[in-house]
């Protein structure tokens, strides 16, 4: 059984969109690297996973990018939800001017095998070290999950476009009010046109077709 390893109830709805029964939420906490990339932590974060379930898993890590902002708060979107709050984030931005953005998605496969080559990237953590910050490096040799193992990982990723706005609508979660995408925002559509748009159903979409093929004994 493939196993969707994430705490955010929103994602596995979505997930399930996609999916169906070929999926079941793994609700374990894994332990989420400081790094510049939602790649790396997700990579990361599916190499723990798959180490704790012994099946296969997939992570998914995403934030939104203010391009006004460089990208921040990227993939300290999570830290920054829970101290600033979305409705400041969206203060700021519009009171800067820096209202374009983009929500982005990073899916981690991890099954313990090697991959064939196709266009999707695989992660063998040799970027580790690269992407992470200065404050991982430093304490890389120390950290068991930053030096774990280099089992590969297969990634799809998502983005959308949007623009950042004030809060509307009662749907989705996260970041979803204030981020608009054709005039409606993400927390005022069905989770069926989310997906059909948004960075997780985009990366979703290439990762169920790539797995349709993938068999695992
Ligand atoms: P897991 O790590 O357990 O999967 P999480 O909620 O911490 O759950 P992320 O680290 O990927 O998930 O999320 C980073 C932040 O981005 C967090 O504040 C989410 O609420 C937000 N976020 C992720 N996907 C989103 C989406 O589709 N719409 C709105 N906000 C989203």
Same mark, same amino acid.
Request: charged fraction near 15%.
């Given at each position: 059984m493939l196993r969707y390893v994430t705490t955010n109830e929103g994602k596995v709805r979505e997930a399930e969109e996609y999916l169906g029964d070929d999926i079941a939420a793994l609700d374990y906490d894994y332990p989420e690297i400081q790094a510049d990339s939602l790649e790396a932590v997700a990579a990361e974060g599916a190499r723990s996973a798959f180490e704790y379930a012994d099946e296969p898993v997939i992570v998914d890590d995403a934030g939104l990018y203010i391009e006004g902002f460089?990208?921040?708060?990227?993939? !300290?979107s999570a830290y920054v939800e829970n101290t600033l709050g979305i409705e400041r984030v969206g203060r700021l931005a519009r009171g800067e001017d820096a209202t374009r953005a983009q929500f982005r998605c990073v899916i981690a496969y991890c099954d313990g095998e090697g991959f064939e080559a196709s266009p999707e990237p695989v992660d063998t953590g040799d970027r580790r070290g690269q992407d992470l910050s200065a404050d991982d490096r430093a304490g890389a040799t120390t950290d068991d999950t930053v030096a774990g193992s280099d089992l590969p990982v297969k990634l799809f990723t998502g983005a959308v476009p949007g623009t950042i706005v004030e809060p509307r609508g009662?749907?989705?979660?996260? !970041?979803d009010p204030i981020f608009e995408h054709d005039g409606t925002t993400f927390a005022e559509m069905s989770a069926e046109r989310k997906n059909a748009i948004s960075h997780r159903g985009r990366a979703l979409g290439k990762f169920a077709e790539w797995y349709a093929n993938r068999r695992v004994d």
């Open positions: 460089d990208g921040f708060p990227g993939p !300290y009662e749907g989705g979660f996260g !970041y």
